[in-house]
């Protein structure tokens, strides 16, 4: 039986949990010698093997919000430093959360020169800071990107790099429904965090309110990603004097409404990719905290920052972002795309393009597969 291998993995919030889990699962399939201990949510803990921190429920978003519980994250990041001395794993296993785990990675590298390090789910850093590309060629050992024109960027600083495809083209084929798109039905998808939520769909409601008096007998529904958040939007439509019967909202329909709708407003982030993938005409919306707005726009180096616009290197779908977030100007756009057939079927057929040059499903196990070459497991 071949002696144990100890693999540290760091994976901070519940998407990276989701992904780090599928990659675990094939590798412990491949090599059960792998003894997993470290960081991340349910999913990760499940197939842990030593201690393990479940972490995730303090993931955050925007520089405010990191400022604020800055003390944590500094107390969590000599924590995990002191359990790497005092456990040697012999390499260490990086899942997305870029703000937290790069600063980890480099500072692993310093005090285990020896540590294999490798990273999962490529940061975006060719979007706001492409000169740390070459940094990175200095802690990592090698990084499993997930955009094909990645490798390429990564590589050309000598790090290794590996192009796995999209993870999330394993989960999204198990949920298509085949439906018929409903012509009247708009999507509301204000994000899956409550901060962003409280941003967003306020603005969504006004939208759509303004909206219904331009294009007659809409029906709204909004994707609730817990039932806390769906409390809170139907206290929001009763505090506010909403009909109860103006926006339905919906727990756990965001793939069903992606499927059902025909238009949708969608918050930046994973989900704008994941609603192109089913063929959703949208807008695109994003608001953070001003400081990490005016911060992020010195930063960010990519003219748009909506995955399917940034693969597709043009405006697909239209972006309404910060101060340009106006509820008049967004139902404006989403009449056009109500009104006009051949409007949606451009962007389906842009997304279509789009989700066929992310590769074939099965990330995880190619993940797991690269991983455990580059461990010789």
């Not at 924590?79 to 703000?99: F, K, Q």
């Not at 060629?137 to 990107?145: E, K, P, R």
């Not at 019967?245 to 949708?264: H, I, K, P």
């Not at 990519?302 to 100007?329: C, S, T, W, Y």
Request: charged content about 25%; proline content about 5%.
């Amino acid at each position: 039986m071949s002696a144990p291998f100890y693999l540290y993995i760091v994976a901070g919030e519940e998407s990276g949990d989701a992904r780090g889990a599928e990659l675990i699962r094939a590798l412990k399939q491949r090599a059960p010698q792998v003894v997993v201990c470290g960081a991340g949510g349910p999913r990760l803990r499940g197939l842990a093997d030593g201690a393990f921190l479940e972490w995730t429920s303090e993931a955050v978003v925007g520089l405010w919000d990191v400022v604020k519980k800055l003390d944590y994250f500094t107390w969590q990041f000599e924590r995990m430093l002191e359990e790497m001395e005092a456990n040697r794993p012999d390499a260490l296993l990086l899942v997305d959360y870029p703000g937290f785990n790069l600063r980890l990675a480099a500072a692993a590298r310093r005090r285990f020169p020896d540590l294999k390090i490798i990273y999962y789910i490529s940061p975006q850093v060719w979007a706001w800071n492409r000169g740390r590309i070459g940094k990175m060629a200095g802690f990592l050992d090698l990084m499993l990107c997930i955009f094909p024109f990645e490798k390429e960027l990564y590589e050309a600083s000598g790090l290794k790099t590996e192009f796995v495809g999209h993870p999330m083209l394993d989960t999204l084929a198990t949920l298509k429904s085949g439906v018929r798109r409903k012509e009247n039905l708009v999507g509301l998808f204000p994000g899956s965090r409550t901060r962003e939520v409280k941003r967003l769909f306020p603005l969504m409601l006004e939208a759509a309110r303004l909206l219904s008096s331009r294009v007659p007998n809409l029906q709204f529904e909004v994707a609730a990603s817990s039932p806390a958040i769906a409390a809170w939007m139907l206290e929001y439509l009763n505090s506010h004097r909403f009909d109860p019967s103006f926006c339905r909202v919906g727990r756990d329909r965001f793939y069903a409404l992606t499927q059902e709708a025909t238009v949708g407003m969608v918050c930046s982030g994973t989900a704008t990719l994941e609603a192109a993938y089913f063929g959703l005409p949208m807008v695109i919306l994003y608001k953070v905290a001003w400081v990490t707005w005016l911060i992020g726009k010195q930063l960010v180096k990519v003219p748009h920052i909506g995955m399917p616009n940034v693969l597709a290197g043009r405006e697909v779908a239209r972006e309404f972002l910060q101060g340009a977030a106006k509820p008049k100007d967004i139902s404006f756009e989403l009449a056009r795309l109500l009104l006009s057939k051949e409007a949606r079927l451009a962007q389906q057929e842009a997304f279509e393009r789009i989700i066929n040059e992310l590769g074939e499903p099965g990330a995880g196990v190619r993940a797991a597969e690269a991983v455990a070459c580059s461990l010789k497991l």
